[in-house]
């Protein structure tokens, strides 16, 4: 697993024990000899490049640093939740690896701003015109294998709809995305009213670019993702906000500190 597709759990907690650690004017190489640590294992728990951290070393930590209890108590929880393997693991076979990453952070993202011009959405497309377009992509696939590239594009759109606190999505894309027939006018017609119904829920808010608008951009630009994630206890943003660019040949993050 690269260093990018570690959690935003696991990047959350290294971050919290460095503060901690940092709150006590420890420096690292103070805090690894106390572990009996090397300098370099615990740079990478601070910055969540670990698989996970056991729960007795944690405890260590937390012992050096003099954390109070009840944040203890919430560093042994999200200890716990990354150590879980999240859903779309059990479709690896299916998902890259690049993209595996951007789900780990679409997942946990609170506001997700999407730039796409050509197409609908992942988060917002039916299953049929998600079909056609896996179908078409990858035309030697069975249909078995195919309905498993597509469950989980299906999955993600749960982040929009669930009751609880749903993830805020702003989409922008152009008039040609709506006007170009995607398996046939009957998925076509069903994917538009699915877009037009999406546009009524409270967190979802879809912008067309018109024709008239020409190209605003003033030059063609590919699909991107900005995600915003929830602020912490301090009201600063546990993680820094990201830009997921995709292009032809591969995908990008870039991150604002």
């Known amino acids: 697993m690269s260093d990018r597709d570690s959690s935003i759990t696991r990047r959350q907690l290294g971050r919290y024990l460095r503060e901690a650690r940092d709150a006590i004017g ?11 640590w090397s300098k370099s294992s615990l740079q990478r728990i601070e910055k969540g490049q670990n698989q996970k951290i056991r729960i007795r070393d944690l405890d260590g930590m937390i012992e050096i640093y003099g954390i109070d209890d009840d944040r ?4 042994r929880g ?15 076979g299916v998902i890259p690896d690049n993209f595996s990453v951007y789900m780990g952070m679409e997942s946990a993202a609170r506001r997700l701003t999407s730039y796409q011009p050509d197409l609908v959405p992942g988060l ?8 056609v377009l896996v179908r078409n992509a990858f035309p030697t696939e069975t249909e078995a294998e195919i309905s498993a590239r ?9 982040l929009i709809t669930r009751n609880m606190r749903p993830a805020q999505l702003e989409v922008t894309q152009f008039e040609s995305a709506l006007c170009r027939v995607i398996g046939g006018p009957e998925v076509m017609a069903a994917q538009l009213r699915y877009l037009a119904d999406a546009g009524t829920r409270s967190n979802v808010t879809v912008r067309v670019l018109p024709f008239s608008a020409g190209m605003p951009t003033g030059d063609q630009i590919g699909p ?17 906000t990201i830009v997921y660019a995709e292009n032809y040949t591969s995908d990008m993050y870039s991150e604002k500190v």
């Open 78 to 92: 999200l200890a716990q939740q990354a150590a879980e393997k999240s859903w779309w693991h059990e479709y690896g």
């Open 124 to 131: 917002l497309q039916t299953r049929d015109y998600a079909r």
């Open 72 to 75: 203890a108590a919430g560093l």
């Open 224 to 240: 991107f993702v900005i995600l915003e994630f929830d602020t912490d206890s301090q009201g600063k943003p546990a993680e820094p």
């Open 26 to 36: 420890m420096t690292l190489e103070e805090a690894a000899a106390l572990m009996e």
């Open 150 to 158: 597509v469950e989980p594009r299906m999955l993600r759109q749960k």
